[in-house]
T-cell receptor, first 115, second 113 residues
Framework: EPEVTQTPSHQVTQMGQEVILRCVPI?????FYWYRQILGQKVEFLVS????????KSEIFDDQFSVERPDGSNFTLKIRSTKLEDSAMYFC?????????????FGQGTRLTVV | GDSVTQMEGPVTLSEEAFLTINCTYT??????LFWYVQYPGEGLQLLLK?????DKGSNKGFEATYRKETTSFHLEKGSVQVSDSAVYFC????????????FGAGTILRVKS
């Protein structure tokens, strides 16, 4: 079964450092997303990406965040200067519309710990 | 904007009990609806989905029916197992610009043997 792959599975970084979280979506999917989940809390939408541009972003997705799909396969989330409150599980998802419905799949997540 | 409301947990049941987790939504148009499950220490897995009114999604003994008249998508299982202990998230695919998935807050299910 096709799957969304995220790396690394766990990243520890110092406050103020830049981090890049990587995702390989399912190859024929067209919509891509980043979500985050602070420990024990709700899954929060960060950003959606379609046709090589951001289609929507949440209030959380401020100037410290950026996304790229540099080579047509990887989909990255960059946090420019991490803060303690950025510690969370970050999930990448990809979605395909097809006849009969849609399919949305999530990766296993990257646990980001900012110290 | 679009939103999903789930019953608060945790829900604690004995093995073989009947499970219902309520989910209602507010949305523009006719969104697709999903249930995702998150087992301890793992990511989000799609459990089932429904794309139009009166559709029933089912998987692993779980079922949910898309009720447009009550804007609901309640999750049910006839006989839960200890291995069903997890967090269950109801979600919709927004028809608003961006087509994002909107999640409920999640419901913790604990099944005791």
């Amino acid at each position: 079964e096709p799957e969304v792959t995220q790396t690394p599975s766990h990243q520890v970084t110092q406050m103020g450092q830049e981090v890049i979280l990587r995702c390989v979506p399912i190859s024929n999917h067209l919509y891509f997303y980043w979500y985050r989940q602070i420990l024990g809390q709700k899954v929060e939408f960060l950003v959606s990406f379609y046709n090589n541009e951001i289609s929507e972003k949440s209030e959380i997705f401020d100037d410290q965040f950026s996304v790229e799909r540099p080579d047509g396969s990887n989909f990255t989330l960059k946090i420019r200067s991490t803060k303690l409150e950025d510690s969370a599980m970050y999930f990448c998802a990809s979605l395909l519309e097809r006849t009969g419905g849609i399919e949305a799949f999530f990766g296993q997540g990257t646990r980001l710990t900012v110290v | 904007g679009d939103s999903v409301t789930q019953m608060e947990g945790p829900v604690t049941l004995s093995e073989e009990a009947f499970l219902t987790i309520n989910c209602t939504y507010t949305a523009t148009g006719y969104p697709s609806l999903f249930w995702y499950v998150q087992y301890p220490g793992e990511g989000l897995q799609l459990l089932l989905k429904a794309t139009k009114a009166d559709d029933k999604g089912s998987n692993k003994g779980f079922e949910a029916t898309y009720r447009k008249e009550t804007t609901s998508f309640h999750l049910e299982k006839g006989s839960v197992q200890v291995s069903d202990s997890a967090v269950y998230f109801c979600a919709l695919r927004s028809m608003e610009y961006g087509n994002k998935l909107v999640f409920g807050a999640g419901t913790i299910l604990r099944v005791k043997s």
